[in-house]
Structures are given as C-alpha cells and as structure tokens.
C-alpha cells in the first residue's frame, strides 16, 4: 500500500524561543513561546522557507529544499534572510490557532 500525499498545509516549527507557523511555505505568524505573544514584526512573517540548513560538526552548513527536519534549521528568504535556531519539534497547529492567525486570511 502506497504513502497518502501529506495534506496539511499549516506546520508549526518550534524552535528554543520561537514558534515559526508556516502555511505551505510561507511564514504566516512568529510567536514568541515564553510569553505567547504573536511578533508583529520579524524578519519572516510573509517569507517563503527558502531551505532547511544542517550544521555538520566541522562548523559549516548545508542547505537542502523543502521543510525542516528536527535538527535542521529554517532559512526564509528575502533581501536580509533569517536563519533560525534549530527546529526542536514539528506541531500541526489546532484549527481554532490557524483561523486566529494575525493579518492573514487562511481560506486563501
């Protein structure tokens, strides 16, 4: 029996500080996880994940397409780009979150 296709399109990407929520691959909300305050301005909000970057242990990186793996870091895109910390865990945000999400319309 063959994989089903993901089919979600909202991701929570949780960082030591930082929640980044993505709808496919764009940042539609950055909170802050000691406060749970939403960021109204960050260097993501409205960028596309460009990749997901992997520090080796010799100190440099490697950047692959697509979404993060825990471990892996975010790079969004962008004249200044913004390079997360590491991902420490993938959620699937609650419906009642994705419908409150600031300045976005998530029927689009």
Same mark, same amino acid.
């Given at each position: 029996?063959g994989?089903? #296709?993901?089919?979600?399109?909202?991701?929570?990407?949780?960082?030591?500080?930082?929640?980044?929520?993505?709808?496919?691959?764009?940042?539609?909300?950055v909170?802050?996880?000691?406060?749970?305050?939403?960021?109204t301005?960050?260097?993501?909000? #409205?960028?596309r994940?460009a990749?997901?970057v992997?520090?080796?242990?010799?100190?440099s990186l490697?950047?692959?397409?697509?979404?993060?793996?825990?471990? #892996?870091?975010?790079?969004?895109?962008?004249?200044?780009?913004?390079?997360?910390?590491?991902?420490?865990?993938?959620?699937r945000?609650?419906?009642?979150?994705?419908?409150?999400?600031?300045?976005?319309?998530p029927?689009?």
């Amino acid at each position: 029996m063959g994989r089903r #296709q993901e089919r979600r399109i909202h991701h929570v990407f949780v960082t030591q500080n930082t929640e980044y929520h993505v709808r496919r691959d764009r940042c539609v909300g950055v909170r802050d996880r000691r406060s749970g305050e939403w960021r109204t301005e960050h260097g993501a909000l #409205q960028r596309r994940v460009a990749a997901a970057v992997t520090l080796l242990a010799n100190g440099s990186l490697t950047a692959e397409g697509g979404l993060p793996t825990p471990g #892996q870091r975010i790079i969004f895109d962008g004249e200044s780009s913004v390079l997360t910390g590491p991902v420490i865990a993938i959620e699937r945000p609650a419906k009642a979150l994705v419908m409150r999400y600031p300045g976005t319309d998530p029927g689009a």
